[in-house]
């Protein structure tokens, strides 16, 4: 999922929550009076109610099937929260209430004499500014969160799609950083890759390597881990290049062997430019 698919999702949820809210709050007799200036009929609350329970199980839904299910369920949670909160600080100054109930007055002693009571006390006014700085603390830390959550590497908008014989995948490098050095300075990449579901019951071997292997026994790293997102790291050669090649080599349990390739500009731009930084620092050097 794009970044700006990622952002409409969580404006989905939350528009959801707040519509799921007031029709909620529409099927009760206090604040369906509240919300409409007078008493909602019976069957429209009913309806209201149940319209309600449905955004809501719509946007769990939606929310696990756009974010999975752990990270889907948290931040439903989360914007229903402040969908909440929201609701809470707005129903005070609703502007078709019903006007208020004409209280009887209660004449109240002080050192001064008889007097009235203050409509908006200190303490009440504190009470509101303290429970607005809450609400704007939750709204930032959350956002703060969701910020940090990261796009999954191979549904990121640089991973590469395409199709070994039958069989349809994505590749991509695990991220965009220059290669890392392991023991005897060798540069390493990892890699991840996924087929379709249906593919993967079909494929016994998938490897991976630097320009075109030369023999069927030589193709490279092999992918390991689960199907869903199986990953490889592999060695880069020195004379990795822009115009160098990255092959794919899928092997089907029917002995089929089908193979793709790219060029490493379109791959892995990061590393093709450290590579051509180590080149220009060594040229310099006398």
Not at 112 to 132: K, N, T
Not at 164 to 170: E, H
């Amino acid at each position: 999922m794009t970044p700006d698919a990622l952002t409409g999702a969580h404006l989905l949820v939350l528009a959801l929550g707040l519509l799921a809210f007031l029709s909620l709050a529409f099927a009760t007799e206090r604040h369906g009076e509240h919300l409409l200036g007078r008493m909602p009929a019976r069957r429209w609350r009913r309806f209201a109610r149940m319209a309600g329970w449905l955004v809501l199980g719509l946007s769990l839904a939606f929310a696990i099937g756009a974010l999975d299910v752990g990270v889907g369920i948290a931040l439903w949670l989360g914007w229903l929260s402040i969908a909440a909160l929201a609701w809470v600080f707005t129903f005070p100054r609703w502007p078709w209430q019903p006007p208020a109930r004409d209280k009887p007055q209660r004449n109240v002693k002080s050192n001064s004499g008889a007097g009235e009571v203050p409509s908006s006390s200190p303490m009440r006014r504190r009470a509101r500014a303290i429970s607005a700085l809450l609400l704007l603390a939750t709204i930032i830390v959350f956002a703060a969160g969701i910020s940090r959550v990261q796009i999954p590497a191979l549904e990121r908008s640089y991973a590469l799609k395409g199709q070994a014989g039958p069989w349809p995948f994505t590749l991509v490098e695990s991220d965009r950083n220059p290669p890392e050095l392991v023991d005897m300075d060798i540069p390493m990449k990892e890699f991840r890759l996924r087929f379709c579901d249906e593919c993967d019951q079909h494929i016994r071997l998938a490897t991976l390597k630097v320009n075109k292997p030369r023999s069927p026994r030589a193709t490279g790293m092999g992918f390991m881990g689960q199907r869903w997102e199986r990953r490889a790291e592999i060695p880069l050669p020195s004379t990795l290049r822009a115009d160098s090649e990255l092959w794919l080599t899928v092997t089907g349990k029917d002995g089929s062997v089908h193979q793709t390739f790219w060029r490493m500009d379109q791959v892995s731009p990061a590393a093709v430019a450290w590579f051509e930084q180590q080149r220009t620092t060594s040229n310099a050097q006398p």
